[in-house]
């Protein structure tokens, strides 16, 4: 009986490209998540005192969700 090997190895720079795509992946995700929170604490920052009490949130609550305290 006759067995085949199906594993094989990566072809040459496989790994080192799937390794810079990644790194490339997270930092764009890293920066489009700083760039969410950042434009929510700027509309939260805009809101007045009543405003935030109308959404549930004091002033301290938004300055705090920025700085991440509520994560």
Do not use: C
Request: hydrophobic share 40%; no cysteine.
């Amino acid at each position: 009986m006759s067995t085949m090997n199906l594993t094989t190895a990566a072809p040459f720079g496989a790994i080192a490209t799937y390794r810079a795509i990644h790194t490339v992946e997270t930092v764009l995700n890293s920066l489009s998540a700083w760039n969410t929170k950042r434009a929510t604490n700027k509309q939260l920052n805009a809101l007045s005192a009543r405003e935030l009490n109308d959404i549930g949130l004091a002033y301290a609550d938004a300055k705090n969700l920025y700085t991440g305290l509520y994560h």
